[in-house]
């Protein structure tokens, strides 16, 4: 047996990736012989996976839907429920409701800027004592799997369950996008993080000295934006989806699904309607992308809310209109702000989001349907978050301004991340007159990429919508930069490393 740094692993089960997953950790399991114990959320997820359970491959399989089940808990008592969460909390390395604020049903109220996002039985009803309850519930719970079950090895787990694995030391790994064409990478955390990035980076020579001349948007955004211009923002499509949607629920409640209990169904058909209200409403303030060429620009792309690239990745700063706010005060004159809406944000934005924006002197909102990576290319600076337009400036050396604290891309010095707003002018300044440095800064982007696809595989044309298509190849390649990757951080003994 090949000796290897884990036995016994906690595979956690999600629909996206469920079939492509399900193969790698077939391979691990037969490679290396592990023992797999699966972790699944809702009845049907159970019984598939039981179903497919041939030749006892899973060691165990466990029902661990506790968060929102736990919300339901009735006549709690505050005094005991708070002072069991005061001492399970002092030994986390995140609080209870930093977590929350990725968790679109308890956190909905972090996603300040998507407030018409559909609510939920469990955003509504669920009062604090009994959110914190079912912490304390969730947290106890995969810290006691872990243990009985002698895990070594977390693979595709929940935030709660990232967040118990680092503080018992044991490796987490995620499945993540590398937001370059369809290459994928094994996160270490739930920030999406790979720490071997830096340091490679500093010893890495083997590169092309050819530096990137065009930028594709990467293959998930490509999907999605098709999709998106397929099903069309007029009457038609929205009445169409409306009825696609009251099906669905008829569907599921015939079929005793849980997510009929989850999302109010009133609450769905009013987001296909604001939809195609706000689009239209949009449009009027929206303009070309032409009307900046020849002008200085730093160009912000929103984020949708809630999204795991905003409130999951960047829980320290998630303040969209308060960045574009600070951003448009500390620009000098003569530079703009260009904003641009993400599609899938259309129909989720409060009241008068766009109009607080557009009141801006100094910002222009561009249209919808415009590739970012058009306007990539003519802005001085990009200005995000932690949105893959950061990462594509940076690849094509332009400067590049980031508030989120977890971008894999903020080790090029042309990445600037802002640690204080009081700081910002500053870094907007040093930005802009680094704006014709950009051959200097692409020639070490492409050594940052080749590091980034040297530690990535590639998925092909597998995408969430096709999941049943890749090949073995796919699978072969993402156990073995699996196992590289904990076999890597075994030698640097990563479990004494926590992200900031």
């Known amino acids: 047996m090949t000796s290897i740094p884990y036995c016994s692993i906690a595979f956690v089960a999600r629909p996206e990736s469920r079939l492509l997953m399900l193969d790698v950790v077939e391979e691990l399991r037969c490679r290396y012989g592990a023992k797999i114990h699966l972790f699944c959320f809702v009845p049907q997820e159970m019984a598939l996976y039981e179903a497919l359970n041939v030749d006892d491959a899973f060691a165990s399989v466990t029902d661990a839907e506790v968060l929102l089940s736990s919300t339901r808990t009735t006549n709690l008592d505050e005094t005991e429920v708070f002072s069991r969460a005061a001492k399970i909390e002092k030994g ?96 270490v955390n739930e920030f999406l993080e790979d720490p071997g990035i830096a340091p490679r980076l500093e010893t890495f020579f083997e590169s092309s000295t050819e530096p990137i001349a065009t930028l594709e948007p990467y293959y998930a955004h490509t999907v999605n934006r098709t999709s ?100 448009s005060r500390d620009l000098p004159t003569g530079t703009l702000l260009a904003v641009k809406e993400t599609f899938a944000g259309i129909g989720r934005r409060p009241d008068n989001f766009y109009e607080q924006i557009a009141d801006l002197k100094n910002v222009v909102i561009l249209d919808t349907l415009e590739l970012g990576t058009n306007v990539v290319k003519e802005a001085a600076t990009v200005a995000t978050i932690n949105g893959t337009a950061g990462l594509e400036a940076a690849l094509l050396g332009k400067p590049v301004i980031v508030f989120g604290q977890h971008n894999n891309y903020d080790c090029l010095p042309h990445v600037r991340r802002v640690e204080s707003l009081t700081d910002l002018r500053q870094v907007i300044l040093v930005s802009l007159s680094a704006s014709s440095e950009v051959l200097a800064n692409a020639n070490t982007a492409r050594r940052y990429l080749d590091v980034v696809l040297e530690r990535s595989f590639d998925l092909g044309d597998y995408d969430y919508l096709k999941v049943s298509k890749f090949s073995s190849e796919v699978v072969a390649a993402a156990a073995k930069a699996l196992h590289q990757s904990v076999c890597e951080s075994a030698v640097s003994s990563e479990a004494n490393w926590v992200a900031d």
Do not use: C
Request: proline share 4%.
């Open 228 to 327: 998106f211009i397929k099903r069309g923002m007029g009457i038609v499509p929205m009445i169409r989806n409306i009825g696609m949607q009251i099906a669905r629920h008829m569907y599921w409640r015939i079929r005793g699904y849980a997510k009929a209990r989850s999302y109010y169904l009133s609450s769905e058909i009013s987001y296909y309607y604001r939809m195609w209200a706000h689009f239209r409403h949009l449009s009027k303030l929206t303009r070309p992308l032409e009307v900046l060429r020849g002008k200085s620009f730093v160009f912000f792309p929103l984020h949708l809310e809630p999204e795991a690239a905003l409130q999951s990745l960047s829980p320290e700063f998630f303040f969209q209109l308060s960045s574009i706010t600070a951003l």
């Open 92 to 187: 986390l390395p995140r609080t209870y409701n930093s977590v929350s604020v990725a968790n679109r049903h308890l956190g909905r109220g972090y996603a300040q800027g998507g407030f018409y996002h559909p609510r939920s039985r469990f955003s509504e009803e669920t009062e604090y004592v009994q959110m914190v309850h079912a912490y304390n519930e969730t947290f106890s719970f995969w810290e006691n799997a872990f243990q009985s079950l002698d895990i070594d090895l977390v693979i595709n787990g929940t935030i709660e369950a990232a967040v118990v694995s680092r503080k018992i030391g044991i490796p987490f790994r995620s499945l993540a996008s590398s937001r370059y064409k369809n290459f994928h990478f094994w996160a």
